[in-house]
């Protein structure tokens, strides 16, 4: 790949640039840190000592024990809103992307342009309507929602998506069409495995919006036991505010699935996003 | 390409989930948006047609005011100081450097923390007596000095004149984001170019003004767009460690709206308001688009 950064740097650069780029990882760092060496102190710990003295478990198991706040319940939850709502708005999506890249339909550059706009629409604005709605089909307090919507795609995802479809070679299309594929074939088994990489960018960042959606719970999730993590974090800091090593602990734990999709999808992630390339 | 009546159907059959989702999700809330800004209503009742009056409440309430200025305020400072210290950072992990991807991983790793937890986690690092921010000045001898020169005890969030600023100032850890994507469009960048420039006699400061920022202008661009319409919903910071306060100092739009709709129960105000946003991001962004055709260079 060209890029900027092909020199070998001298010793001495390279020594200057290790020294910066450490400095403000460690700032960067500290918050995160703060937070795991915190989960795992005792309480007399949390002021009194910088490094935990052992490693205290027993919060962990502490925080899915106490009877009024269900974390694994809000776990679950948060799970099924996430991986769905990931899985199914990025597969509508895609569909929706490839029509815009590579079919001819009447309209089709005045509706992209209402994809983008509507890329552009804060949420805030459509909120209270949407809410009755909602209301009105009687789904606040379930995770309908959450789900439906993204049934019917993403505009950020869509507007990705479909500037990776027009990279695609057109020779590959059409000898998949001349061996008899259908539009939707082509789309589902040559152009969304060849945007692995795209999709996997797409869907890291669907994961973390979705997981740390906070807004949306906090408008239709009412009772306890229907609550997401980001609900239930906030009701824990609520409650026990000044028990920091288990509202440590619950973080870590509200943290760790995202973390573990990162790591997983970090590989696609920058490739992913220097594909994208940005460039409107 | 052949047009033909088939390719016409099976392209609207494609996007039709999402004609489906605009029209219910966005569209159709815009206009009933528009109606109900018209009416008082507190969801329980049959909705009232009062006329402008919403908005002429709207033009007195120093509630109102006080959350453009804030949300305006936030904006100006977070945004440029985020695509700034982005750049940044992007330049220097572009660097080719063993290890250099465990710093881009550090960077991006607040973002990869739960959102809730991330925010809770910050109240406590700004509580003027617990928190490590200011645990961090005392034992470091800081906190005399600020004591010295009579500045005194930083309160962070807990204050009027700190709540700004603080929250500003976390926005940094947030920037990894925008941070990944300069350090793709500074990979885009033909290495040819940048070489073109220094055999030109171009240093290192002339080769960043002249080749890489027209280069990344679209970059610039795009994060631009994002970032203010992003800070201009700002909700979850000032809901979960400061309510808005202390005396309104973090009240941003979308909080104050949240709590007219959904605490006080005034619709019809709340959709008021909505319009309102609507509007200003709307301007905001083609005053955004209109200047960014004099400044961006595409390739």
């Not at chain 1, 339909?105 to 949407?130: E, H, K, N, Q, Y």
């Not at chain 1, 379930?142 to 019917?152: D, W």
């Not at chain 2, 033909?4 to 219910?24: A, K, Q």
């Amino acid at each position: 790949m060209s890029s900027a950064s092909g020199d070998t740097l001298s010793l001495r650069r390279q020594l200057i640039l290790y020294a910066a780029l450490s400095f403000l990882a460690f700032w960067f760092l500290v918050p995160f840190a703060w937070m795991l060496i915190t989960s795992v102190k005792t309480p007399d710990e949390v002021f009194s000592r910088l490094l935990p003295s052992v490693l205290r478990l027993a919060n962990f198991v502490e925080i899915f024990n106490q009877p009024t706040l269900p974390f694994g319940r809000y776990f679950l939850n948060s799970t099924i809103i996430t991986v769905f709502g990931t899985g199914a708005s990025l597969f509508t999506s895609a569909v929706v992307a490839y029509a815009f890249a590579r079919l001819n339909f009447f309209g089709r550059d005045v509706l992209f342009v209402a994809v983008l706009s509507t890329m552009m629409l804060p949420a805030a604005v459509t909120m209270i309507p949407t809410f009755v709605l909602f209301q009105k089909l009687g789904w606040v307090d379930t995770f309908l929602p959450f789900l439906v919507p993204a049934c019917t795609g993403n505009a950020f995802q869509i507007f990705f998506l479909r500037q990776f479809f027009k990279t695609l070679p057109i020779d590959l299309i059409d000898a998949a069409r001349i061996d008899g594929c259908s539009n939707l074939r082509i789309c589902l088994s040559i152009a969304m495995p060849l945007a692995k990489p795209t999709l996997a960018t797409l869907a890291i960042l669907s994961f973390l919006s979705l997981w740390n959606d906070f807004m949306g719970p906090l408008i239709y999730l009412h009772s306890n036991e229907k609550r997401t993590l980001a609900l239930g974090l906030n009701a824990f800091a609520g409650m026990y505010g000044t028990q920091w090593h288990l509202l440590m602990a619950a973080s870590v734990v509200a943290t760790v699935p995202i973390l573990m999709v990162f790591f997983m999808g970090q590989r696609y992630f920058e490739r992913g996003l220097v594909m994208t390339g940005m460039k409107g | 390409m052949k047009l033909n009546l088939r390719e016409h159907i099976e392209g609207y059959l494609f996007i039709s989930p999402w004609i489906l989702g605009m029209v219910l999700f966005a569209l159709g809330p815009i206009l009933a948006s528009f109606g109900l800004a018209f009416t008082r209503w507190n969801l329980f009742t049959e909705p009232e047609y009062v006329g402008w009056a919403n908005f002429q409440k709207l033009a007195h309430d120093p509630l109102f005011y006080k959350s453009v200025f804030n949300t305006i305020y936030y904006t100006i400072f977070a945004v440029p100081l985020g695509l700034v210290l982005a750049l940044g950072l992007a330049m220097l992990v572009n660097h080719r450097l063993r290890g250099v991807n465990f710093f881009r991983t550090a960077f991006f790793l607040p973002n990869v923390v739960a959102g809730i937890a991330m925010l809770l986690l910050w109240k406590w690092l700004f509580d003027p007596n617990f928190g490590l921010i200011n645990l961090f000045l005392d034992w470091t001898g800081l906190m005399a000095a600020l004591e010295w020169i009579s500045i005194g005890r930083p309160q962070w969030i807990s204050s009027r004149a700190g709540a700004m600023p603080g929250l500003v100032f976390m926005s940094i850890w947030g920037l990894g984001g925008s941070m990944m994507i300069f350090l793709a469009g500074l990979q885009n960048i033909p290495r040819e170019l940048i070489e073109a420039a220094e055999l030109d006699g171009a240093g290192p400061w002339k080769r960043f003004r002249y080749v890489t920022v027209p280069l990344l202008t679209p970059t610039i661009f795009f994060l631009t767009m994002v970032g203010v319409i992003g800070s201009l919903q700002v909700f979850n910071q000032a809901y979960v460690m400061t309510q808005g306060g202390p005396a309104h100092a973090t009240l941003f739009y979308v909080l104050y709206l949240f709590q007219t709709a959904f605490e006080r129960f005034q619709m019809g105000y709340a959709c008021a308001m909505a319009l309102v946003l609507f509007i200003i991001t709307l301007i905001v962004s083609l005053i955004q688009l209109a200047m960014g055709k004099k400044w961006v260079h595409y390739q």
